[in-house]
């Protein structure tokens, strides 16, 4: 067995002790679009991701919502973009404070900062 059977071997037994690979990203033709709307569905083989655009979010929509993205990925690579956005959002809101996803506490609050002696 060589020395580098046997790291990888070692590393598979003990998977913490593997430095995360360092990727090369060229992002010179990628396209950048906004979305305010997401909706997730699945396949037994895949995750779904449908992005669009909600022209009218605290009201009732006129239509249906565009989606203008969709990304499909394995379980596999779905399940690391999880932990990598929940990192994103751990870090901003050490930072920032928390984020509330309820539009309806996040209208209310802001009201009552507006009023004079709240």
């Known amino acids: 067995m060589s020395n580098d059977d046997r790291s990888s071997e070692s590393s598979s037994r003990n998977p913490e002790s593997v430095q995360p690979r360092r990727v090369e990203v060229d992002d010179s033709a990628a396209s950048a679009s906004y979305a305010n709307f997401c909706r997730v569905t699945g396949t037994p083989e895949e995750v779904l991701l449908d992005f669009g655009l909600n022209a009218h979010p605290f009201g009732q929509n006129a239509g249906a919502i565009k989606i203008s993205q969709r990304l499909v990925l394995n379980y596999y690579t779905a399940k690391r973009m999880l932990a990598a956005l929940h990192l994103t959002v751990q870090r901003h809101e050490e ?16 009201g009552k900062a507006d009023r004079p002696g709240s």
Do not use: I
């Open 95 to 110: 930072a920032f404070g928390v984020l509330e996803t309820d539009v309806q506490k996040r209208v209310r609050s802001a």
